[in-house]
């Protein structure tokens, strides 16, 4: 059963589209199975009160992915989906923040329960199935290549 009830606004979330170059200087982004393993998705998780969203997001990123790295101040777009709970759907909001990835760790909180990889970025926007993250992804291709130039 989905809840789309006024009464209950969406739950929110931040996440992270976390990238890095290449030796070719092509650009490179971090995917990460979703918590039942399913599908791939980007780090993401509900909104601490006393973190920023960029904050959260880049804490969602150390936790999932063991990537640290500069975080854009300003929201790169916001998706609606749905999420599955035991008892219900419920409608997220997700405000997703640009990370240029400076440093990937070996061991962080949830390694092994989660599966990560570098992939291009059109391969991302494959993987991603919201199309916010895909156009992201792309973009990010395009300029990537306009910075190279």
């Known amino acids: ?23 070719r200087g092509e650009p490179r982004v971090l995917v990460v199975t979703t918590s039942k393993g399913k599908h791939w998705g980007i780090p993401k998780g509900r909104v601490v009160p006393a973190l920023s969203f960029a904050d959260n997001a880049a804490k969602e990123a150390f936790e999932e992915a063991g990537i640290l790295g500069e975080v854009a101040p300003t929201s790169a777009g916001m998706y609606r989906a749905t999420k599955r709970l035991p008892a219900c759907e419920i409608v997220i909001e997700v405000w997703v923040y640009l990370m240029k990835v400076t440093r990937t760790l070996e061991d962080f909180p949830e390694k092994g329960r989660r599966e990560v990889k570098w992939v291009s970025c059109r391969e991302a926007a494959k993987l991603l199935r919201e199309p916010l993250l895909a156009r992201l992804c792309l973009d990010l291709a395009e300029r990537c290549k306009t910075v190279a130039a």
């Open 1 to 23: 059963m989905l809840d789309l009830s006024p009464a209950r606004p969406p739950l929110l979330e931040s996440g992270i589209l976390a990238y890095r170059l290449d030796r």
